[in-house]
Nanobody, 121 residues
C-alpha cells in the first residue's frame, strides 16, 4: 500500500505565500513523476506543476514565475512554494505521484486527499 499525505494549505491574503508538502509512504520501490493539481469549485481538475525524478519541471502558464515545485527524493516528498497568491488560485490542491511499489513490476498512479488553499482579496 502507498499513501500520499499533503499538508500546508490554509487561508492567505492576496499577495501572500504558502508552501504545500506531500510525502509518499508505504511499500515504495521508486517514484517517478510527481505533480500538483488543483480543482476550483465548478471547474475541472487542472495540472499546476510537474517535476520528474531528475528534477525537470513544468508549470501551467497561470502560475509560471509565482509557484516553484521541488522534491526530496530521499524523503519521497514533493513541495509547492506558492508566492504572490491571487484569489483565482483558490482551490483544493492535490498531490500526484507515479510510483512503483516493492510488490509490482509496473508503475501506478497515486493521489493525495487534497488540501484547501483559499486566497482572500
Amino acid at each position: 500500500q502507498v499513501q500520499l499525505a499533503e499538508s500546508g494549505g490554509g487561508l492567505v491574503q492576496l499577495g501572500g505565500s504558502l508552501r504545500l508538502s506531500c510525502a509518499a509512504s508505504g511499500s515504495i520501490f521508486t517514484v517517478s513523476t510527481m505533480s500538483w493539481y488543483r480543482q476550483a469549485p465548478g471547474k475541472q481538475r487542472e495540472s499546476v506543476a510537474t517535476i520528474s525524478n531528475g528534477g525537470r519541471t513544468n508549470y501551467a502558464d497561470s502560475v509560471e514565475g509565482r509557484f516553484t515545485i521541488s522534491r526530496d527524493n530521499a524523503k519521497n516528498t514533493v513541495y509547492l512554494q506558492m508566492n504572490s497568491l491571487k484569489p483565482e488560485d483558490t482551490a483544493v490542491y492535490y498531490c500526484y505521484a507515479r510510483i512503483r511499489t516493492r510488490i509490482t513490476t509496473s508503475y501506478a498512479d497515486y493521489w493525495g486527499q487534497g488540501t484547501q488553499v483559499t486566497v482572500s482579496s
